[in-house]
């Protein structure tokens, strides 16, 4: 659709007063400004949208940990798969990943030792225990969330969205 100033418009007559001549074009004026501040606020989101979110799994088995990576890859999430959670210690630098994921089933504890680790390291960071309904996970200030490793892929992909968009509308608003 072409565009068109008001002046240039049909039923614009040009021999108005001048004062509502110039009402028309500022209102006219402003519509252009908050059509092109939409698009400016769409774009920026879309931008932000279309960046893939880190995951960080944290899993010793290593087998069921790269088959959740190529669940979340496919996806669209940037995923990376580790077993061993002393060398993400190690060398952790805050803001690197959206969201990292610890399994506990092998080793309850040491799972929970490591979110605390790594809250220490980064508070704000975002972490998530993934547990069976058979091991207990005592209460704890540390994971952010518990998601169930029983539900199966579909149901994993979706409790994962879920925590990143409420995290990404509280720190927005």
């Not at 110039?22 to 908050?34: A, L, N, P, T």
């Not at 088995?61 to 190690?90: F, I, K, M, P």
């Amino acid at each position: 659709m072409p565009s068109h100033s008001v002046s240039s418009l049909p039923f614009f007559p040009r021999t108005q007063e001048p004062e509502l001549r110039e009402f028309i074009i500022r209102v006219d004026q402003k519509s252009r400004y908050k059509r092109a501040l939409k698009r400016g606020i769409y774009s920026l989101m879309t931008q932000v949208a279309s960046r893939p979110k880190k995951v960080l799994l944290v899993d010793r088995d290593a087998r069921l940990g790269h088959v959740r990576c190529l669940v979340l890859q496919s996806q669209g999430y940037e995923a990376t798969c580790v077993t061993d959670a002393s060398t993400v210690l190690n060398s952790w630098t805050s803001k690197t990943f959206d969201l990292v994921l610890v399994d506990v089933q092998h080793n309850p504890d040491a799972a929970l030792d490591f979110c605390s680790d790594l809250k220490e390291k980064d508070v704000a960071q975002l972490v998530a225990l993934i547990s069976d309904h058979h091991v207990w996970v005592p209460p704890h200030p540390c994971p952010d969330e518990v998601i169930p490793r029983s539900e199966g892929p579909a149901a994993f992909v979706e409790k994962v969205r879920n925590l990143l968009e409420t995290r990404i509308a509280e720190s927005s608003g």
